[in-house]
């Protein structure tokens, strides 16, 4: 029996060795070879399964996998002090591109740029303030979705309360964000009563991730009144998703179309505020295949997503009113007023 036990222990084992180095094979690709191409992604603290952003670029990797033939692998960042090391994992193994996810990463990209000038570099939602010639930032018109969304719940909204629970305003994106609202808001209906609220009360590593806050500040908004809540930052915006959901009011999303995203919020959510940052990053990394990256900065797309299952509760001239204003965004008519980042 001992003899029996002994030998079922070591197939075991082999077989766990064998798979150990399936899997270590799988992963370890020759990124040095001219003939293989590798991506990889490093997230900011909203992990890879936030939802939202972080995910939204992972989608773009696992396409250039599908269509480009890309090797891709991530990181998700659990500290903001490892974000430095996390890009040089990548670039060390000499992977052809390395995405990183957000605007806290900016300047461990900038910087990972510098020491390694063999690799190409994509920083979504990264404002280049100067070229550096392997490193191109994928930036939106955050105000533009943010006017649009918020133009929508100040013609939707029946009690003339409408609010946005929102991660720091200390990223300019999310600020673009908070402000384009309020602007759109204000746009459509001067006398409009909204609570625009960012979570700066804790530090930068919990501002997206506090899904409990997203969601009380909600419920606390909409005790007082307000029947629209825009949510926006990782986890944390779609705690208010989940907030309004829970007290049967209207949502709006952010970054993607959280229709998808979040689906306990579909009965209630009105539409999202959208970056195309899926469509965004592969056009990007595409090119980079291709020995076409820019420099500098390249502009994404802003809009809004689908009514999905509220379309036939918007009436035929709010969604008249949404098409001309999108139009007039695109073709600079219209204006936000909102400027690229908070003033001191």
């Known amino acids: 029996m001992l003899k029996k036990r002994r030998v079922a222990i070591a197939v075991l084992l082999a077989l766990a060795s064998a798979l150990a180095g399936c899997n270590s094979s799988s992963k370890k690709a020759d990124c040095a070879s001219p003939e293989v191409f590798c991506v990889g992604l490093v997230t900011d ?25 890309a090797t891709t692998q991530y990181i998700e960042t ?5 974000y430095p090391k996390n890009i040089a994992t990548f670039a060390e193994e000499r992977y052809d591109v390395v995405v990183t996810s957000g605007f806290g990463l900016t300047e461990a990209t900038r910087a990972a740029a510098d020491q390694f000038s063999g690799v190409k570099f994509i920083g ?25 969304v918020g133009a929508l719940a100040a013609m939707m909204t029946k009690t003339g309360k409408i609010g946005a629970v929102l991660a720091t305003d200390a990223v300019p994106p999310v600020w673009r964000f908070g402000e384009g609202f ?4 204000r746009h459509v209906k001067p006398d409009i009563e909204l609570s625009v609220v960012y979570h700066n009360d804790v530090g930068f590593d919990k501002t997206f991730t506090d899904p409990e806050w997203g969601k009380t500040t909600a419920v606390s908004m909409i005790d007082k009144g307000v029947d629209i809540v825009f949510g926006g930052g ?19 999303g952010v970054d993607t179309d959280q229709y998808f995203t979040v689906p306990e919020a579909q009965k209630v959510l009105l ?67 909102v400027p690229p980042a908070k003033g001191p």
């Open 45 to 69: 603290m909203g992990k890879i399964d936030d939802k939202s952003f972080n995910q939204s670029a992972w989608e773009a990797l696992q396409r250039a996998q599908k269509e480009l033939g």
């Open 78 to 82: 659990t500290d903001p002090k490892d």
């Open 124 to 148: 979504i939602d990264q404002f280049q303030s100067a070229t550096k010639p392997n490193v191109v930032g994928l930036v939106f018109p955050e105000d533009h979705g943010g006017f649009l």
């Open 182 to 185: 309020r602007a759109g808001a």
């Open 234 to 252: 990782g986890k944390t915006g779609n705690g208010a998703l989940l907030g309004a959901a829970t007290k049967g009011v209207y949502a709006i």
């Open 271 to 337: 539409s999202s505020a959208v970056k195309l940052i899926s469509d965004g990053t592969f056009d990007l990394i595409k090119s980079a295949k291709e020995g076409k990256l820019p420099s500098g900065n390249f502009q994404g797309k802003s809009g809004y997503a689908p009514y999905h299952d509220l379309d036939a509760k918007v009436p035929a001239e709010v969604k008249a009113k949404m098409e001309e204003l999108r139009k007039g965004l695109l073709d600079g008519t219209l204006k936000t007023a």
